[in-house]
């Protein structure tokens, strides 16, 4: 998408916002935040970062095939590009990976690209597997009954989809998805407890499902990042998530804020302590460019 619809349409979601907020019970919403259960959001956001860390452990696996690279290497990059990513819009956190491995270990830009592309396909047959375990797991509790064949059928189609789809691709058939497609399920198992555990914190009755719904809204609204760390679409994704479940709105937004603080604040705090404030502000203004010149144009795999 060029630069200046995602201006436009980030400037449309943040008019709608600020109408929204200038409208909003913040008091209602306040008491709901101060009364959050403080053990469940170290919990939350716990299992938010070693998320993240399986998510660089996959991207890890994709990687060392094709070049040498540090394990230590694409964890901080991961993390440095995760804290990018909730200040700036964009592909800006993706940019910061690619830039920094490159500056730590010598990694060809154009491969990095590449990787941080597979390991997005990765993701989504990651995506698949997790909601057909978890489809299974909810079965087995709740006694048997018959799944959503829509919810199977489509989780089918991401797992084994993306998976053809790497096989296909000509520059990564060195690599060996099954390992990072563990990881990567993982990586999404963690984030779903990531919500339920922040929502849970604010004491609203929260279901295993209706946090997974929350999720997956939250991921597939914000692809295009179009406000820094998808702000205000985590707390829409929150509230129709909730919103089956008769939970008010202002109930939910407060959940979606802690949520949002829980994924933010500490790899924000990881993100200076790997680079420094002036650092992490460095690898921000380095710009989307090189993502886009390595991917057309930069050496290959």
């Known amino acids: 998408m060029p630069r200046r619809w ?81 200040i700036s819009i964009g592909v800006t956190g993706e940019a910061s990976r690619l830039h920094l491995v490159g500056l730590w270990d010598g990694v060809p830009a154009g491969t990095a690209a590449r990787t941080i592309a597979v390991s997005r396909l990765v993701e989504a047959a990651a995506l698949g597997v997790f909601l057909l375990a978890f489809v299974s797991i909810a079965m087995t509790a709740g006694g048997g009954g018959p799944p959503d064949w829509r919810v199977v059928a489509g989780a089918g189609a991401l797992a084994v989809g993306g998976l053809v789809l790497i096989r296909r691709l000509r520059w990564v058939r060195a690599t060996r998805p099954l390992a990072p497609l563990a990881f990567a399920t993982a990586a999404w198992g963690l984030q779903w407890a990531t919500y339920y555990c922040s929502i849970a914190a604010t004491h609203i009755p929260v279901t295993p499902s209706s946090s997974l719904f929350a999720l ?14 998808n702000v205000g679409i985590v707390q829409g994704a929150v509230v129709l ?61």
């Open 216 to 229: 997956l809204l939250s991921n597939f609204g914000g692809i295009f990042r179009l406000t820094p760390g």
């Open 241 to 301: 998530g909730l919103s089956p479940s008769g939970v008010p709105a202002p109930q939910a937004v407060a959940a979606g804020l802690v949520l949002q603080a829980v994924q933010v604040l500490p790899v924000l705090l990881i993100g200076v302590a790997i680079l420094g404030p002036y650092g992490l502000k460095g690898v921000l203004f380095s710009g989307e460019a090189e993502v886009s010149a390595s991917l057309g144009g930069g050496r290959g795999v």
């Open 6 to 86: 995602r201006w436009a349409l980030g400037s449309l979601a943040l008019a709608v916002a600020l109408r929204y907020v200038i409208r909003f019970p913040w008091l209602d919403t306040w008491s709901t935040l101060a009364s959050a259960d403080r053990g469940m959001l170290i919990a939350a956001a716990a299992v938010n970062l070693l998320s993240l860390a399986c998510k660089a452990s996959a991207w890890h696996l994709l990687l060392t095939p094709l070049v040498a690279v540090r394990g230590r290497t694409t964890q901080a990059a991961t993390f440095v590009g995760a804290a990018v990513s909730s």
